[in-house]
C-alpha cells in the first residue's frame, strides 16, 4: 500500500530552527510536495522536490533522499507565525498526490 | 487577482440528502482537483477535472460525482450523504494541458466548504 509518516506535533521555540520528517512508501514516485496549512484555512504551496538534495527558499529549504524514501522541511528563525501544520504529499506513478496527515507545529515564545 | 473561490463556506446536511459545492478556479488556470480532509487528517484526493472531463479520480465511490464548465468552474456533487461524508471540501486549481499532470504544477487551493452531516 501507499503510506506518508510525519510526526503528528512538534514543539519549538521562537528564533529557533525545526526540522519535520516524511517518510513516504508509493507506487512510483514523481516528486514531493510540502504545504502549510494554518487552521481553519487553505494549505498553501511551499516547495517541490522531485531530485535528490536540498532547495532552499528563504527561511524555508526542503531535502530529498529518493533512494531513502525520506523528505524533510526545515524552517530556520522560527516566527509565531510559523505555527500551522505542515502537509507532505507525495506523487505516485498515477500521478496522485498521496498526503500525509500534517505535523502540527506548536511555536512558543 | 481572484485566488480560488468556493462556496458555500458551510453548510449542514441530513443524511441521505444530496449536496453541491461550488468551485471558481485562480484566473487563467484551467484544471480544478477535488479533496476532502477530515479533521486532523491529510487531504484524500476526489477527482481531477480538465477540458471538462474527469481526468483521474481517487478512491472515492460513485456517490462523489463532479462536473466542469467552459469557464473551468467545477462543481462536486455528493448523494446519499452519510455521517462519514462530514469533512471540509477543497478546491484546487492549476494550470494543465494536454499530457500535463498534477505533479509538475503548483496547485492553489480554495478556503474550502465545511460540510456537516446530521
Known amino acids: 500500500g501507499q503510506n506518508i509518516d510525519q510526526p503528528t506535533e512538534m514543539t519549538a521555540t521562537e528564533g529557533a530552527i525545526v526540522q519535520i520528517n516524511c517518510t513516504y512508501q508509493t507506487s512510483g514516485f514523481n516528486g514531493l510536495f510540502w504545504y502549510q496549512q494554518h487552521a481553519g484555512e487553505a494549505p498553501t504551496f511551499l516547495s517541490y522536490n522531485v531530485l535528490d538534495g536540498l532547495e532552499e527558499k528563504g527561511r524555508f529549504s526542503s531535502f530529498l533522499s529518493r533512494s531513502k524514501g525520506y523528505s524533510y522541511l526545515l524552517l530556520k528563525e522560527l516566527q509565531m507565525k510559523d505555527s500551522a501544520s505542515y502537509l507532505c504529499?507525495?506523487?505516485?506513478?498515477?500521478?496522485?498526490?498521496?498526503w500525509g496527515a500534517g505535523t502540527k507545529l506548536i511555536i512558543k515564545p | 487577482d481572484a485566488g480560488v473561490t468556493q462556496s458555500p463556506t458551510h453548510l449542514i446536511k441530513t443524511r441521505g440528502q444530496q449536496v453541491t459545492l461550488r468551485c471558481s478556479p485562480k484566473s487563467g488556470h484551467d484544471t480544478v482537483s477535488w479533496y476532502q480532509q477530515a479533521l486532523g487528517q491529510g487531504p484524500q484526493f476526489i477527482f481531477q477535472?480538465?477540458?471538462?472531463?474527469?481526468?483521474q479520480r481517487g478512491n472515492f465511490p460513485d456517490r462523489f460525482s463532479g462536473h466542469q464548465f467552459p469557464n473551468y468552474s467545477s462543481e462536486l456533487n455528493v448523494n446519499a450523504l452519510l455521517l462519514g461524508d462530514s469533512a471540509l471540501y477543497l478546491c484546487?486549481?492549476?494550470?494543465?494541458?494536454?499530457?500535463?499532470?498534477?505533479?509538475?504544477?503548483?496547485?492553489?487551493f480554495g478556503p474550502g466548504t465545511r460540510l456537516t452531516v446530521l
Open positions: 484546487a486549481s492549476s494550470l494543465g494541458g494536454a499530457g500535463d499532470r498534477v505533479a509538475y504544477n503548483e496547485q492553489f
Open positions: 477535472y480538465y477540458e471538462e472531463e474527469e481526468r
Open positions: 504529499a507525495a506523487v505516485d506513478s498515477n500521478y496522485q498526490l498521496i
